[in-house]
């Protein structure tokens, strides 16, 4: 699954060029307006589909979008893997906060040093909190991930020594965003662990999620944003799969998520306390996300039930192509682009009602 690209390395004499490229990196400008102490040099993620900017492109699964209609809005309409019409949330805020327009995957082959230096994502569709949940769809679960991010903090090494590297790890934003393919897919829909109730399963996640947390802080990981499940009753998939012949939000999904989330905010409290340095901050998609699919002209939609693509109740992955899924004549107006993700413009509505109560937490 690993590529091959060479990576090149400043030597010690030129540091001070290294250093420079880190600060002078791209001619993105920040939009929203950090503290001035803040330095924020890279944004890593970590998770699922959501975060997900093409690495399973480079993985044998099912759970893949490197085709259109994915993509449209993107950069010149390239379907790049990203589930999504456009970009989604690490590229939103690495543009927020001025790094750069967009974060490749970590198995892009077109990677190279600046890029490794102001983030990459080594997040893969289809995985979760559960170890079983990549299993069932052949992706990269987190502890691989952990396993990669071991490479890259090698790779970042080579390129600008010990001491700078330590500082990019310890100041840059990481995101961990999973949670949704455990419940969605695991517990509810393949019923892959049928010896757990809903609550033993959600400790099981919260345990998970805290323990991969952890696991990042020893790696020198201060600046975390750890996002809640979703409301994920209320994708359109699922209220075709679980929401009766109306397709109402499937509640007892709904629950669950709000179960596991009202269990990953305190042991994120207890990180807190009790590892030293460490900022991990929870980020509650639940609710505003709920909000814009209740109230969807609040926020400029038109469409909160259905995709963009094709009949917007089902088609996810493979079964939205240009083959056989049409597109809706205006993508902007759908809060979801398939039956599983939001739309481009729904991530930009969420970073903005998002990033500014968390920032100030990272100071």
Same mark, same amino acid.
């Given at each position: 699954m690993k590529n091959n690209t060479s990576w090149s390395c400043c030597s010690w004499s030129s540091w001070k060029l290294c250093l420079l490229s880190v600060l002078i990196l791209t001619d993105t400008i920040a939009a929203v307006k950090l503290p001035?102490?803040?330095?924020? =040099?890279?944004?890593? +993620?970590? #998770? $699922?589909?959501?975060?997900d900017t093409g690495m399973n492109n480079y993985v044998k699964t099912v759970v893949k979008c490197d085709f259109q209609p994915y993509g449209?809005?993107? @950069?010149?309409?390239? +379907?790049?893997?990203?589930?999504?019409? #456009?970009?989604? =949330?690490? $590229?939103?805020?690495a543009e927020e906060f001025g790094i750069k327009l967009n974060v490749p995957a970590y198995f892009d082959s077109k990677?190279?040093?600046? $890029?490794? *230096?102001?983030?990459?994502?080594?997040?893969?569709?289809?995985?979760?909190?559960?170890?079983?949940?990549?299993?069932? !769809?052949? !992706?990269i679960s987190l502890e691989e991930q952990l396993t990669y991010f071991e490479e890259y903090i090698e790779k970042v090494k080579n390129i600008?020594?010990?001491? &700078?590297?330590?500082?990019?790890?310890a100041n840059s934003l990481f995101l961990v965003v999973a949670g949704s393919d455990d419940i969605a897919n695991t517990y509810y829909t393949l019923r892959a662990r049928p010896q757990y109730d809903v609550d033993s399963y959600t400790t099981l996640m919260s345990d998970s999620a805290s323990a991969f947390v952890a696991k990042l802080y020893?790696?020198?990981? %201060?600046? *975390? /944003?750890?996002?809640? /499940? =979703? =409301?994920?009753?209320?994708?359109?998939? @699922? &209220?075709?799969?679980?929401? #009766?012949?109306? %397709?109402?939000? +499937? $509640?007892?999904?709904?629950e669950a998520a709000k179960l596991f989330n009202s269990k990953l905010s305190p042991k994120l409290d207890m990180l807190r306390k009790t590892l030293p340095g460490i900022k991990p901050i929870y980020i509650n998609i639940y609710d505003p996300l709920l909000d814009i699919i209740q109230n969807p002209a609040n926020y400029g939609f038109k469409v909160a039930n259905k995709g963009?693509?094709?009949?917007? /109740?089902?088609?996810? /992955?493979?079964l939205c192509n240009k083959i056989t899924s049409s597109v809706c004549p205006d993508v902007s107006s759908h809060v979801f682009w398939d039956s599983y993700h939001p739309t481009e413009h729904t991530y930009k509505v969420l970073v903005s009602l998002l990033i500014n109560k968390f920032i100030d937490q990272f100071v």
């Open positions: 001035p102490n803040l330095i924020i =040099p890279a944004v890593i +993620a970590f #998770g $699922d589909s959501i975060v449209i809005n993107f @950069q010149g309409g390239v +379907a790049t893997g990203r589930f999504c019409d #456009g970009r989604v =949330p690490v $590229d939103l805020l990677l190279n040093s600046k $890029d490794l *230096l102001t983030g990459v994502s080594f997040a893969s569709g289809g995985s979760g909190y559960d170890p079983i949940t990549p299993k069932l !769809v052949t !992706v600008v020594g010990e001491e &700078r590297k330590d500082f990019i790890i020893g790696y020198g990981v %201060r600046r *975390l /944003a750890v996002f809640s /499940a =979703p =409301p994920i009753g209320c994708v359109p998939s @699922q &209220r075709t799969l679980g929401g #009766g012949i109306l %397709r109402d939000c +499937a $509640d007892t999904y709904n963009c693509c094709g009949t917007g /109740a089902i088609e996810v /992955a493979v």
